[in-house]
């Protein structure tokens, strides 16, 4: 069974960092590309960064380029989201996915899903 365990979200002012954890199996860490979607209230779940199984060019949307950091440390079947210069707009629930479809960013291709951490960013 694929489990991603989330964690890391607080409430951290706007400017600052974070850093958000995904756990996996170690199958599920080598098989699958594995992503990170935010939902805010009220909004449809959207894309935020996704890297494939085998550590290739990571994908950011354009929200988040150049602010944020997809990586995985294959050691510790575990997938960063490294947040820098966080706006109040990136306040949201963060998931964690994988999915085997490829590297796409359609959170409907993605079978498995973590519980979510929660980010809230204020001004």
């Known amino acids: 069974q694929v489990q991603l365990v989330e964690s890391g979200g607080r409430l951290v002012q706007a400017g600052g960092s974070l850093r958000l954890s995904c756990a996996t199996s170690e199958r599920t860490f080598s098989s699958y590309t594995l992503g990170w979607f935010r939902q805010a209230p009220g909004e449809e779940r959207e894309f935020v960064a996704i890297?494939?199984?085998?550590?290739?060019?990571?994908y950011y949307a354009d929200s988040v380029k150049d602010r944020f950091t997809i990586s995985r440390d294959n050691a510790k079947n575990t997938v960063y989201l490294q947040m820098n210069n966080l706006k109040p707009e990136d306040t949201a629930v963060y998931y964690c996915a994988a999915g085997s479809r490829g590297v796409v960013s359609s959170p409907s291709s993605y079978e498995y899903w973590g519980q979510g951490t929660q980010v809230t960013v204020s001004s």
């Open positions: 890297i494939s199984w085998t550590g290739g060019t990571p």
